[in-house]
């Protein structure tokens, strides 16, 4: 969707704030917005718009009256914010939105708080992630045979962990091969880029972290009643930024190459109009969840 078309609609929702008698065009507006994001398999409409200044948008309307209904283009900008690209692009705004929120004290609606709220929580750990870069220590190289060195990096697919060179061509040639997709990162004709991969990562081993005292106790009534061909999986949903859980726990058939003593970690995640559910690039040992512990 060109982005001269996108501010073309913002531009005349916010004309139509003008006149009260034409308040309701402008919240009209935001749904012909999101149907344009709705209609993207990728998250570039949607920077395109908050470039073109729909945050703007949604403020003036939540000043004319905090009760006006644009929730749901809120809440897909909300969801979307898992994402480096879109997270990027609402920092671009949030000089001149969010931050300004913070201090007048008005309540806008929950449209922007939603988004304030989303964009606080992803930016936390997106800002340990560009400036500490301590993921480079915490995540474990993908080649089984060491020695290893004290960092890693990721593979341009986004599936694997690498300490060195060294290790990337061992582990090519013995297993991922088959199925690394080169420059496309999982896979998905580039509707995320590399660097969105490896934050979700990121930000999803943060979250089980936090969560590990529940995800604990949602395990502990069938931890021991596994069958030889079944593990846990933890999927992450940052797709919905109404519904704050923990992390759902499934039970599942072993993967190749896996085994019951294995927890599969996964993300939902919102680009463009589909949720998507993605495997993370590590994983836990079932021994991590049998009691509250620091997790690596």
Known sequence: MPRSLLASVISAAKHCLT????HEDAVEATRLLLTFCGFSF???TLVRAIDAGVLDLLWEIGRCNAKY???PLAGHIAGSMGLATALRAAKRAYGRILDFLD???IDRGRSIAIIREAYALHYRSYF???QRKDWKKYFSCHNAQGPHNSTVRICACGRTFYCSGSCQRMHWYARHRSVCSGYEPWSMKGRVSLNDALFLAVHVRERIRQWQPNIVKMIAPDIDRLRPNEQFSITVDISDPL???TGDVYIEDVAPYSS???VL???CFRVGCVDRIQPMPFTYRLADFRTVKKLS
């Open 260 to 262: 019951s003593d294995v």
């Open 42 to 44: 990728d998250s570039r």
């Open 103 to 105: 201090m007048d004290g």
């Open 19 to 22: 006149r009260s008698e034409w």
């Open 69 to 71: 209904d644009t929730l």
């Open 243 to 245: 519904v704050q859980k």
């Open 128 to 130: 340990g992630y560009r």
């Open 265 to 267: 970690i996964k993300v």
